[in-house]
């Protein structure tokens, strides 16, 4: 496992527009240059929280469908990483907008919310480890890359912004490491478990991700104010 | 198994207000009255075709996760049913509206219906096979409801009706018959692998399908034209 | 898919001595010579109606891991031909050796059943649907070449022999184009899912269920006369 | 929660013979006399070794099927306690007896290993947590009432014994406390997901259990020597 990541931007290609669509989605564009709503963000922040909860799942089936125990502690690391870490700086984050855990934990789940987390999960299910990377990588690779961006782009307004936290997070050094390496993960799990066969069907989970992402934007920006 | 079905009743109940929203949705009212625009239906079709094959996934899985064989019988004649009559129905059907399997085999599926189909299959996988049939309730028993409601209502019009068929299909008493069946399942189920300790967390799962199965006729309804 | 099997052959060949030992056990030669205790043969046909049950659940759970109609048919088709077929001859056949179904059904399930049972299922849910296959093909296919081997040996005796009947059934034409649509199925899903990087892992699970196979016929061997 | 566990042991009195036929082993009687072989104790200890790793499996099954994020973290908390202590604790452990982990690590999983891992997973896949609990619950539960039993008992032979060190730390406070916990969890799940119609279902699935753990000892005692 050397070099630049292969199997990722060979996926977002395949989704073309789909891909761009989801990460220069409007949301992202006003996260970026401050002009969001704050009612989008924070319907967007009360379902992310209902969406990690999906994820540390997600990372625990992936323990389970380990082949080796490299793999196990990877996935387990995903899980204290999110159950440990993530949850509890988005909860602090939220309390500082306004947002209880307990007001976020009694939220229902947006159709949206609903609709990517358990795609990802019938995908790790149906499929395999790689089948389930996969369908993750659009959020956690695809966060990385949309953060890498908004902040190198000259409409992004760092100053002033109230959502700089979010994108400074996500475009800062240690989000970006966990990106990379979930990438290197792909590629090494397409060389022990893919073959070229399975990329057509691979880069069609991959698009469906990605749009299923985009409607995760769009639920926030839809919210009413 | 004798006498009324018990659960079923007790879930439509609890989910009150959400049970009525997806059952009385206007995509249905305006089905029975006529008024429904051609282009929401057809758009329905696609998508409802799509989600057999989901549905279809879904009783495989309940062969999986059956304890014995009169249950894993049950399971298989709902993949057959799906697989061999419902999804050929529904593809001649269909050819009556212009709709062809390969066209309606290569549309991208609407995320209503991922949001469905997914939330049914990971509640079956993270649960019991009690899981799984409750989450299935509202389509296979629902849909005998709807049916059997609007074809008794005196705002519908069945004559001059070109959604006729479909209203009478599910009202008919093959239909009616397999979804009493499927609500007697339930209660047998209920008693063999429940108790009243599981009711709440049966109770959320209901109305969240009820409420994703909502959003599916919405999803129709909101086609455009 | 044209020619011959490509993959099942390299998976018997990476497993060597193991394969061998399992298609050539010795309760595979006594039963083709006639000098199989009989206590041995209703043991394992006891044990082969336990087998049976979660044979069809591998192949429901075959329908839910699907991709494409045409493979949840063949899945399907799998569950009806052990549900509707194969249970009802097996326990007909066993009630000429003096075994009633509610007798077999009561008995408890021997550790190598479970064994092998469990594994297939767990190679299924870990992995995706090529995994279940493989862990599948030492029963499906080898079983078709053990017969056809024994029919062709030397050795075996027909004439007179209790155990014909078995022996004439597995070599006979139907089972074996069953086997050759398996074998073909895994050439298949290898060039839709696979790749070489796949390969040692593949036969890494084949290897272990045909060992998990030979402790099936040993069990038979070691049963209390 | 409060009082004394319930469930536990009223799955332990059904399984009656079963469970003492696990617990008072002749593999746990000889290794608190220390009567027991070496080799035998080498083999078990690789073979635990390899169950372990699907019993890392099996938490992180856990976490993806919970219902609340207090179900997440303590299987959480099993799948880290699995991989980054009792692994090393057992490593360090095999090490003082010869044995190295890459030694262990490529050793063919023995028949009974494969039996009582993978009939757990099934358990927890084709149940909800509740049956995966159970089916953990003669190993967690019941390696605290075996040491405990054993270190009372006046056939024990501590001082001088060889095998005192696995016997205390299975019956020291720790262990003894984790048990109890999970002792605990049984109870609150059958309360919340249970129900007295799951219990002659949940009792045959731990007498399995248990009767696949007293083959575990078996293997150990068969050892060749």
């Given at each position: 496992?050397?070099?630049?990541p292969?199997?990722?931007?060979?996926?977002?290609?395949?989704a073309?527009e789909?891909w761009?669509?989801?990460?220069?989605?409007?949301?992202v564009?006003?996260?970026?240059?401050?002009?969001?709503?704050?009612?989008?963000?924070?319907h967007y922040?009360?379902?992310?929280?209902?969406?990690?909860i999906?994820?540390?799942?997600?990372?625990?089936?992936?323990v389970?469908k380990s082949?080796?125990?490299?793999e196990?502690?990877?996935?387990?690391?995903l899980?204290a990483?999110?159950?440990?870490?993530?949850?509890?700086?988005?909860?602090?984050?939220c309390?500082?907008?306004?947002?209880s855990?307990?007001a976020?934990?009694s939220e229902?789940e947006?159709?949206?919310?609903?609709?990517?987390?358990?795609?990802?999960?019938?995908?790790?299910?149906a499929?395999?480890?790689?089948?389930?990377e996969?369908a993750?990588?659009?959020c956690?690779v695809?966060?990385?890359?949309?953060?890498?961006?908004?902040?190198?782009?000259a409409?992004?307004?760092?100053?002033g912004?109230?959502?700089?936290e979010?994108l400074?997070?996500?475009?800062?050094?240690e989000y970006?490491?966990?990106?990379r390496e979930?990438?290197a993960a792909?590629?090494?799990?397409?060389?022990?478990r893919?073959?070229?066969?399975r990329?057509p069907s691979l880069?069609?989970?991959?698009?469906?991700a990605?749009r299923?992402?985009?409607?995760?934007?769009q639920?926030?920006l839809?919210a009413?104010?």
């Open positions: 496992m050397t070099g630049q292969a199997l990722f931007p060979r996926l977002a290609e395949a073309g789909v761009r669509a989801y990460t220069r989605h409007p949301f564009l006003q996260l970026a240059s401050g002009d969001l709503p704050e009612a989008c963000f924070r922040l009360v379902q992310d929280y209902l969406f990690l999906h994820f540390a799942r997600a990372w625990g089936l992936a389970y082949d080796r125990i490299d196990m502690r990877r996935a387990q690391r899980v990483a999110t159950l440990d870490v993530e949850i509890g700086l988005h909860v602090d984050y309390r500082g907008w306004g947002l855990e307990t976020m934990a229902p947006a159709p949206a919310t609903i609709a990517y987390t358990r795609f990802v999960l019938d995908r790790g299910l499929g395999d480890r790689l089948d389930l996969v993750l990588a659009p956690i695809g966060y990385a890359e949309i953060a890498a961006e908004r902040v190198n782009d409409a992004t307004r760092l100053a912004n109230r959502y700089r979010w400074e997070m996500y475009a800062g050094p970006q490491d966990l990106a979930a990438a792909l590629d090494e799990q397409f060389a022990r893919g073959g070229e066969g990329f880069a069609t989970a991959f698009a469906t990605a299923l992402e985009a409607d995760f934007w639920m926030g839809e009413k104010r």
